[in-house]
């Protein structure tokens, strides 16, 4: 079971920049996909970007050009740099594996607010 703790929200104006970590624990982090995901007041949560063992990356339509996932798995953290922030982008982020199943658990999450 991966251990999760999501670090780097915070509030931001629009147009602004955040970059998120997720430090994981657990032997199989590196061969493991991983993804971001948010959750925004009244909304269910959705998989923002995900990104494979080996690096390749999927982004959903609604940050892709602003967002950026990575990962350093000798430190067994994944990233997400979010550029030019929106308030739409307002949500509690968590990181876990891609694809999350009914059993993983999740982290506290960190929350991301944009607002003038």
């Known amino acids: 079971q991966v251990q999760l703790v999501e670090s780097g929200g915070g509030l931001v104006q629009p147009g602004g920049s955040l970059r998120l970590s997720c430090a994981a624990s657990?032997?199989?982090?590196?061969?493991?996909?991983m993804g971001w995901y948010r959750q925004a007041p009244g909304k269910e949560r959705e998989l923002v970007a995900d990104i494979s063992g080996g690096g390749s990356t999927n982004y959903a339509d609604s940050v892709k050009g602003r967002f950026t996932i990575s990962r350093d798995n000798a430190k067994k953290t994944i990233y997400l740099q979010m550029n030019n922030l929106k308030p739409e982008d307002t949500a509690v982020y968590y990181c876990n594996v891609a694809p999350v199943g009914p059993k993983n658990s999740w982290g506290q999450g960190t929350q991301v607010t944009v607002s003038s």
């Open positions: 657990g032997w199989l982090f590196s061969v493991m996909a």
